[in-house]
């Protein structure tokens, strides 16, 4: 099973774009991901900025808020997305040690930017953690260049696995911040000093942490083995080429794409406007 988890590690790693040694699935969905990074990263009295524009900024806010971090939203109505003069400017007043940004917000359809962002974090001494579980494999990540420093997805979207496993990776600046702790991490399960022991990321003989799904990890590495033979860069043109495809029909049928700007639309979900004289919940229900 550790062959197959360090084969599972160097396939994170392919799709992240990532060299970083601390790469490891945890047992769990993409929300669990979401919860390793937020637990291991931040301590009480933390500040904590948080991209708040859909479902997943709302979902990490609390989570900081329930840590103790002093937690700082930059709320956007949903459609909207994040510049780096504003993110800068938050950065100033807010001197927080963790910003969390989503790629792919799937409950808009929005895709946020994220050249430069890890460069003006660290300006800021501020740590950047991406959510990328919507987004990845159908749109371009490059954790490294990016210098992104906490990058997590989930198995189920694009790389098409079962749902139950959560792909992450810490930078080595992420890292110190981990083994740098004052206090543990509130959750033993996804203590990430424990999960980079039991995965092999440290120097110390591996300890037996808890019971893994098994199967589960069996057809994450099967997935992570197709994409990597399909390539990166095909499956990002093939999610482009279909999405546009299908973004041209829907306009032809006269409907309004919800994100306005083409290059925001996010690759992997595309959604639409409520045409003029609709009650949107009618919609629903029927589609429903």
């Known amino acids: ?41 931040l301590e009480p009295g933390d500040s904590f900025l948080v991209g708040v524009n859909g479902i997943w900024g709302q979902r990490a806010a609390e989570i900081g808020e329930r840590i103790g971090a002093r937690t700082h939203p930059m ?23 963790l910003l969390f940004l989503t790629q792919g917000e799937s409950s808009s ?20 953690l991406v959510d990328c579980v919507a987004s990845l494999g159908g749109a371009p990540i490059h954790m490294d260049k990016q210098g992104i420093d906490i990058l997590y997805s989930g198995s189920q979207k694009v790389l098409n696995a079962p749902p139950g496993t959560a792909l992450i990776s810490f930078s080595d600046k992420a890292k110190n911040k ?11 399960y996804l203590d990430m000093q424990w999960l980079a022991n039991f995965w092999g990321c440290d120097d110390k003989p ?8 098994v ?32 973004q041209g029909r829907l306009q032809g049928l006269g409907l ?29 229900t029927y589609l429903m």
């Open 178 to 188: 981990i083994y740098s702790r004052k206090t543990k991490p509130y959750s033993f």
């Open 206 to 213: 591996r300890k037996y942490h808890h019971t893994t799904p």
């Open 256 to 284: 309004q794409l919800f994100v306005k700007d083409p290059a925001l639309r996010l690759p992997t979900v595309t959604t639409v406007a409520v045409p003029a004289g609709y009650d949107w919940r009618d919609i629903i």
């Open 1 to 41: 099973m550790y062959q197959i988890m360090d084969e599972i590690k160097q396939g994170i790693q392919y799709v992240f774009q990532t060299r970083n040694r601390l790469t490891l699935a945890v047992s769990g969905s993409g929300h669990s991901g979401l919860e390793a990074a937020l637990f291991n990263i």
């Open 109 to 128: 359809g929005v895709l946020q930017p994220l050249d430069g962002y890890g460069e003006l974090c660290h300006r800021y001494q501020c740590l950047l």
């Open 215 to 246: 199967i589960s990890l069996f057809s994450l590495r099967e997935s992570l083995a197709l994409i990597a033979e399909e390539g990166l860069e095909n499956s990002w043109r093939r999610h482009r080429e279909v999405t546009s495809y299908l």
């Open 75 to 97: 709320i956007k109505d949903p459609g909207g997305y994040y510049t780096m003069q504003e993110v800068e400017k938050a950065l100033a007043q807010h001197k927080p040690a």
